[in-house]
C-alpha cells in the first residue's frame, strides 16, 4: 500500500507545475476549486480517477511557487504529505491509536486524535490533538463554512515536543474539507509565529480565478515582515 502511494505521488509531483501561472492537474485527475488564501498563497483541489472514493488532493502555491502537496480521505485523515522542494514525504500510519474522523466532528461537535505519520526518510512522528466546532458559522465569498478550534501537538519518535499549534480554523460539510484560519505555533527551538491562511476568495470552474497560481492576498505585507525579520538577525 505504501508503495503504491509513493509511486503515485511521484508521478503526480512530476506531472504538476511547480511555478505560478495556471494550474493543470494531472492525466486522469479534476480540479474542482481554487482557494485564494490570506498569508500569500493559493491553494488547487483537485480528485483522481485512480484514487479511492472520497480521497482529494490539494496544491499549495505562493508566490515562489508550489511548497506543499497533500492527500486526504473522506474522514479527512492525512494520508499523504509531500513537500515538492525537498522531496519529503509523510505517510499516514494505519494503524494509528486514534484517527482524525469528520464524521465524528460533525456528529458530535468534538474529534480527538492520536496518529502517527512516517516520512521516506525514516522519521516518525506522533500528532496527538483535537477539532471542536464553536458553533459558528461563516460566509466567505459566498460559500458558507462552520468555524473550528484545534489544539494540535506533534512530537518524536523518543516523545519529544517538537511542534505546538493551537488556533481556529474552517470546515465544509458539503466538501469534508479544513480550510486554514488564524493560528499560533511554538517549536523546540523556542521560536513562535502567527499565522492567517484564512480563504478570501473561492473560484470554481468557469469563474475568474480558477485554476490561478499566483497568489493575491498579503504577499506585500509578507514580504515587508520577512524583511524586518532578516534586518534583526
Request: glycine share 8%.
Amino acid at each position: 500500500m505504501a508503495f503504491g502511494l509513493l509511486a503515485a505521488a511521484a508521478a503526480l509531483l512530476i506531472a504538476l507545475p511547480l511555478s505560478a501561472g495556471t494550474f493543470k492537474p494531472p492525466q486522469g485527475c479534476n480540479l474542482e476549486l481554487t482557494a485564494q488564501n490570506r498569508g500569500c498563497s493559493v491553494t488547487q483541489y483537485y480528485r483522481c480517477e485512480i484514487d479511492p472514493k472520497g480521497h482529494q488532493h490539494s496544491a499549495i502555491f505562493t508566490r515562489e511557487g508550489m511548497t506543499h502537496l497533500s492527500l486526504i480521505d473522506s474522514e479527512t485523515r492525512w494520508i499523504e504529505s509531500t513537500d515538492p522542494n525537498t522531496g519529503v514525504r509523510d505517510l499516514l500510519v494505519s494503524d494509528s491509536p486514534d484517527h482524525a474522523s469528520f464524521s465524528t466532528l460533525m456528529a458530535e461537535g468534538r474529534d480527538d486524535f492520536d496518529f502517527w505519520t512516517v516520512s521516506n526518510t525514516g522519521e516518525r512522528l506522533r500528532h496527538v490533538g483535537h477539532d471542536e466546532l464553536t458553533g459558528k458559522t461563516v460566509d466567505i465569498d459566498g460559500v458558507q463554512l462552520e468555524e473550528t478550534r484545534f489544539e494540535l501537538t506533534t512530537f518524536d519518535d523518543a516523545g519529544e515536543e517538537l511542534i505546538r499549534r493551537t488556533g481556529q480554523q474552517f470546515v465544509s460539510r458539503a466538501m469534508r474539507r479544513f480550510y486554514g484560519g488564524v493560528e499560533s505555533q511554538s517549536d523546540w527551538t523556542g521560536i513562535r509565529k502567527n499565522t492567517d491562511d484564512s480563504p478570501v476568495l473561492f473560484s470554481f470552474p468557469g469563474e475568474k480565478g480558477f485554476g490561478d497560481t499566483t497568489p493575491q492576498f498579503d504577499c506585500d505585507q509578507l514580504m515587508t515582515q520577512l524583511q524586518l525579520e532578516r534586518a534583526q538577525l
